[in-house]
């Protein structure tokens, strides 16, 4: 396995990882509208993530490499998507907004651990 393939595979794992922890903790420790803002949250962004990655590994595998307008329309499809759907959330009142940002959160986190792991992996040449 080469190293690109390698560190994403660790941000997909520990973003998998931080989305349980993350909603195992507030499923315990918050209100029923914090956790369900969490788990959607945390389900939009680790399903977006893996979209992505898809994406752009199927635009940059020859022999079919993709123009970059298709891979940035679909990406921007996702994105006005998302927003439609954190919007709508928010509106209906079923989630809490801090919820939700938590829940958003754990690949944005699982991108400083990856960059801290890799780090240490430099430091101490594992």
């Known amino acids: 396995m ?9 941000t997909k794992h ?3 990882a931080l989305f349980y922890l993350t909603f195992i903790f507030t499923c315990f420790n918050a209100s029923l509208p914090v956790t369900l803002g969490v788990l959607l949250g945390g389900l939009l962004v680790t399903i977006n993530f893996n979209l992505l990655c898809k994406s752009v590994k199927k635009a940059l595998t020859p ?5 970059v307008s298709s891979v940035l ?8 998507i ?10 209906s009142g079923y989630v809490h907004p801090v919820g939700l940002i938590i ?9 400083f651990l990856t960059a801290f792991n890799e780090t240490l992996r430099i430091i101490f040449k594992v």
Do not use: C, M, W
């Open 2 to 10: 080469n190293e690109e393939q390698r560190i994403l595979n660790f």
């Open 14 to 16: 520990t973003s998998v």
């Open 63 to 67: 022999p079919y490499i993709a123009d």
């Open 73 to 80: 329309t679909k990406y921007f499809l996702r994105f006005s």
């Open 82 to 91: 998302s927003i439609i759907v954190i919007t709508a959330l928010i509106i």
């Open 103 to 111: 829940g958003l959160s754990v690949v944005v986190a699982s991108f």
